[in-house]
């Protein structure tokens, strides 16, 4: 994996008013593999954790878009009981047939004591956005490497970023197009 260096990053130990890194990936994969499986999305946060050493406070949680639809389906429902029968209702009714037997996307998130990490999946795309923050530096590339095994990665884009408070963000960009090339 590589990062391309826009700003020069020093070590965040060195780094005045250091609060924590940030890692933020777009991925777009050329398989469903990974980013339809509740399981494989469990496993990467919970691994995850354990490879960058940070603390759970809960393991991840992860749940399919479904879940949304139900709270959704509970909302049109309460509308109609209130005797709203609006056009947006009977939408939103049809859109919640349509998405009943569809596969749909997943979201995981698990709680460090150091701060985060989150994943979003859109099945219909083949790709999923993830975000990890940590009070606790960790090292990005161990971080990139270990999330793009869970999936049949075609391309990935992201920040690098080291956040500071009264100094600049030091920011670095993640391409594999550009890794490629070189």
Same mark, same amino acid.
């Given at each position: 994996?590589?990062? +391309?260096?826009?700003?020069?990053?020093?070590?965040?130990?060195?780094?005045?008013?250091?609060?924590?890194?940030?890692?933020?990936?777009?991925?777009?994969?050329?398989?469903?593999?990974?980013?339809?499986?509740?399981? @494989?999305?469990?496993?990467?946060?919970?691994?995850?954790?354990?490879?960058?050493?940070?603390?759970?406070?809960?393991?991840?949680?992860?749940?399919?878009?479904?879940?949304?639809?139900?709270?959704?389906?509970?909302?049109? +429902?309460?509308?109609?009981?209130?005797?709203?029968?609006?056009?947006?209702?009977?939408?939103?009714?049809?859109?919640? @047939?349509?998405?009943?037997?569809?596969?749909?996307?997943?979201?995981?998130?698990?709680?460090?004591?150091?701060?985060?990490?989150?994943?979003?999946?859109?099945?219909?795309?083949?790709?999923?956005?993830?975000?990890?923050?940590?009070?606790?530096?960790?090292?990005?590339?161990?971080?990139?490497?270990?999330?793009?095994?869970?999936?049949?990665?075609?391309?990935?884009?992201?920040?690098?970023?080291?956040?500071?408070?009264?100094?600049?963000?030091?920011?670095?960009?993640?391409?594999?197009?550009?890794?490629? @090339? @070189?």
């Amino acid at each position: 994996m590589s990062i +391309e260096i826009v700003s020069t990053v020093q070590d965040p130990a060195c780094t005045e008013g250091f609060v924590g890194r940030h890692l933020l990936l777009d991925v777009q994969t050329s398989t469903p593999r990974g980013i339809t499986e509740t399981t @494989a999305v469990h496993h990467l946060l919970e691994g995850l954790s354990n490879a960058l050493d940070m603390t759970l406070v809960y393991p991840p949680i992860v749940a399919r878009f479904p879940f949304a639809a139900n709270e959704l389906s509970r909302f049109v +429902e309460s509308l109609k009981a209130e005797g709203i029968q609006a056009n947006a209702v009977y939408a939103m009714e049809q859109l919640l @047939a349509r998405r009943q037997n569809e596969e749909a996307g997943i979201s995981g998130m698990t709680v460090w004591l150091e701060s985060h990490a989150a994943i979003h999946t859109w099945t219909e795309e083949n790709f999923f956005s993830f975000d990890a923050y940590s009070c606790k530096d960790f090292d990005p590339e161990k971080a990139l490497d270990y999330v793009l095994r869970f999936f049949d990665v075609q391309s990935y884009n992201g920040l690098d970023i080291v956040r500071t408070i009264d100094a600049p963000q030091q920011v670095r960009v993640i391409d594999s197009r550009r890794r490629e @090339a @070189a």
